[in-house]
Structures are given as structure tokens and as C-alpha cells.
């Protein structure tokens, strides 16, 4: 037996895998794998197994692992692989994931951990190298411990970069690599991250002021104490920022995601009770590990108002495109847009009629919409929830760059661009980054929040979780859109919807929650409130049988 077996295998025994019932495996779902905490110390350890295989294989550049739970309740957890560029981790590693977390001892996990080894060509006297970090979970001290005894069990260099937002281990994970590169992404620390936006905030806004106050909820989660942390690189003054930041008790851990941040706006439909929204004061949220957001505002006449990711993609798209047109590459570079089935169709309406790109709808989950937008020399993606970002293709920076411009005002709009494409974190939706954007957009466009919210009107939705027995039961087809099984459950569905005007639904089992989701859209609130409510019933009526 080689020594390293030998230090897997004592390693391993220190933590141990909880089986799960007969039949029934752990998956690396949308984002990792994610569940109560107390299930996570053996997964952890496997995870670093893996992360150590993959940076191998991966030339010995720098791999990320998070150990978050996002916007779940305070008492799960995850943990989740980046890959060296900063996005999530490749998809047929995936597999890969699963099938070390499912070994069902630790002689077979050593055994799939050489075969992989074996299959992948990894050589495993390469050096590697891993960077992690974690929120505030309480859990997530002793999950790295985990995480830190299998890179030491392979010899893997670590890192820890201790409480960060995912973001920031993302942009980390691409500095780590790009550092000393012609393609260098910023300082591999986080004052780098915060320097990098703080400079780039300031060459996008171009001497503009922002319009009015903002509230910022940070759900009680690592977007507090990290934003707090940021508002310190910038001048208030100059920008006329002024930021109040609350629900930001990162001691409490019971109280994160609790009747706040951007899950609880997007799927109540309201402001978070606290603080007592203010009427007509500018707010947003942030979910649980900050790379989600949403804005809004309670409207002394019409009540509250939510600007979700979808239009924040809207937004974004209409005024990047404006610029890419004044800067005169609309013909030289393509910009699409990326959203899912949760998109309003009011504003897939908006995009393609209105804005004339193209929208293109994929399966939950960023790292699908990732890779979509990847194909764009310019790719918006956000997803309703809030969660999204823009990308620039090497192609798009160069245009920016190399771009004689002819007038003033081609060159402020050549300027803005590259700006925005330092702006925006280009590994993966950040709701900081983002909101900056947001703010950016907002002070060029000298818009308010209704301003903003003119653009295009939504259509009457409703999102309703669904506990069910086995989630697993659901299939999808169709970007998520139809289900293929149970059987009988979507001509049911289809029934549903055909009693209401301009509706459609859809229902999915979630990636991140032992529950499945029903999305429904219809010409008014209370016929989506009743459509919503329809379906939920079929999906637990079916999860049931
Ligand atoms: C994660 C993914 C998101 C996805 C969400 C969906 O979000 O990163 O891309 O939209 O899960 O969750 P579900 O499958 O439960 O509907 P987060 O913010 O929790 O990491």
C-alpha cells in the first residue's frame, strides 16, 4: 500500500460518511453539495480529496473550495469546488464528486480516489494547491477542519482565507492563478478584491453622483461585515454614497436568512419587517453568502416595489448595449442574454422586442447560465432570484482597449465599458459587485428606483415551495419547463393553466432543498396566486404516491 493510501485511509476514519437509506445516494447538486451540518464532515473531507485531484490534473494551478449554505436556513450547510479561472467546477467532475462522497468505506473511497487518479492521467507526486474559505455558519469551522486534514492527507498546499463571501473566494481562486499573467485578475487577497472595485466603481461612475440613500440587508449573513469592510475604499463624498447597512448580526447565528435577504424579498414578495422599511427609501438585499440581490422599495402609494435579477439583466443589458453602440462595435461584438424559466416574461418580452438581443433560457443553477453566457462576446445572465453577473470575452476587452475613438463621446463610452468589465466580477454573480453596477447605471442614467421600474411591467407571479416525500421523483425536460415524471403529473399541470389567461407554471425539484418549486405567471395577482397554489397541490400529490 503506498504511504499516501495509508494517510487517506487514517484520515478518512476520522471522518466518516453518514449512510444514507437504501438506495439513496448524496449528489453534487446546483451548488455543491448542501444539506443539514451535522451530515457534512465526512462529504467535506471526500471534497478535498477531490479538489486536491482536481488541482493535479489541473497543472497544479489553484482550486477553490466554499463551504456555504447560501441562502438555506442557519442550520445546513455546503460545500462547493471552483475551478482555476474561477468558475464552478467542471461539470463531468461532478460525477467524480459523487462518486468519492458515495464510496461506502473508507478502503473503497481509496480505491476510487486511485482509480480516478488512474483514468484521469493525474500524477499524483504533482504538486497542488487549494484555497478555501467559508460564511459565518458556526458549522463551517469545523467543516474546513475536515476539508484541511484530506489536503493534508494528499499533500496538497493549503490556503485559508478564513470568512469570505463566495464571491470573494471565487475572485480569489482567478487571482491566485492570474497572478504575475498578462491576464492577472487583481491581488490575490481580499484588500485586492476591495481595491479592484473600489477603483473601478470610480472610473465607471466618471464624476457622477448617486441619487438618493440605499439600505442595504445583509440577510445576517458574511455580506455585513464585508460590505461594511468595502465601504471603507471608497470616498462617500465624492460618489454621494451613503450606504446603511442592517441586519447584519453576524453573532447571532440562528437569525441568518431569517425574515430577511434576497430569498426571503424575492419569494415573500416584500420588504424584510426589519428594520420597518422606511417609505420611498432605496433598498436592497443580499442572500446568506452575498451573491444574490435584490432591490426595492415600499412606495407610499402603490406598496412594495421589487427589482429582481431579471431586471437587473434588463438593466444591465439595455445599458451596456447603449454604450457597445456608442462606442461603435455593435456590429463587431454579440450580446446575448441568459435566464432561466423563472424569468418574468414580461421581461424576456423586453429584451428580445424592446432591446433586440437575443435571450436564450437554460436549466436553474448559474453554472449552466454561465456557460451560455460564455458563448457571447458580451453575456448578461441573472437569474430571477437575483443571481447573476455580466461577461466579457477577451475579444470584448481588447475592443475596449484598442478602439481609436473619433468623438468625446465615443471615448467616455470605450472608457465606461472597460471600467464596468473591471466592475463586474467576471467569476460569478456577486451581489456587491452588483450593486455597484446597479449604482453605476443608476447615477449615468440619472434614474430612481421607479424610474427604473418603468422600463417594462411584470407580470403576476407566485413561487411556492413544496415539501414532498422524494424530490428526487422529479424529472425536467425543456430548460426545467415540463416535467417528464411522474407520469400523468405535467398533463395535469397542463390542465391547470389552460383555465387561466396569458398563465404558464412549471415545477422543479430544487438543487439546494429537499423540497420541489412551483413557478406560476397570469394576467392577475390572485389568478397566479390560484394557479400557483393548483399546481403545488399535483406536485404533492405526485411526491407523495
Ligand atoms: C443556488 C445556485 C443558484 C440557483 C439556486 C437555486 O443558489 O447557486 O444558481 O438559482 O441555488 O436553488 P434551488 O435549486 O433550491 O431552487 P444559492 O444562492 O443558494 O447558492
Redesign the pocket.
Known sequence: MESHDQAILAASAKHPVVPLEKGRFYTY???GFRMKADLLDGITFRVGLLASLRSRKQNSRAIGVMV?????PAADNGVKIVDPLGDMLEQEWEHYATALVNAPSDEKLVEVYNRLAVDLKIDLKAPAKVVYGRDTRPSGHTLVAALADALDATNTEAVDFKILT?PQLHYLVRATNSEGTPLAYGTPSETGYYEKLAEAFGRAMRGRKINGPLVVDCANGVGGPKLQEFLKYIPKEKYNLDVTVVNDDVLRPEILNLECGA?FVKTRQRAPPNPKPQPGVRSCSL?G?A??LIYYWVDPDSGFVMLDGDRISSLAASFIGDLVETAGLRDELRIGVVQ?AYANGASTTYITQHLKLPVICTP????HLHHVAQGYDIGVYF?A?G?GTVLFSPDALQAFRKTQPQSPAQKEALDTLAALADLINQTVGDAISDMLMVEVILAHKKWTLRDWAMTYTDLPNRLVRVEVGNKDLFETTDAERRLLRPEGAQEEIDQAVKKYKDARAFA?A????NAC?VYAEAATRSEANELAERVARIIERHGTL
Do not use: Y
Open positions: 447538486g446546483t451548488a456555504t449554505a447560501s441562502h438555506n463566495t430569498d442572500d453568502d451573491d444574490r432561466t436553474t443553477g448559474v453554472k437569474e432570484n443571481h422543479r430544487s438543487g439546494t432543498e418549486r
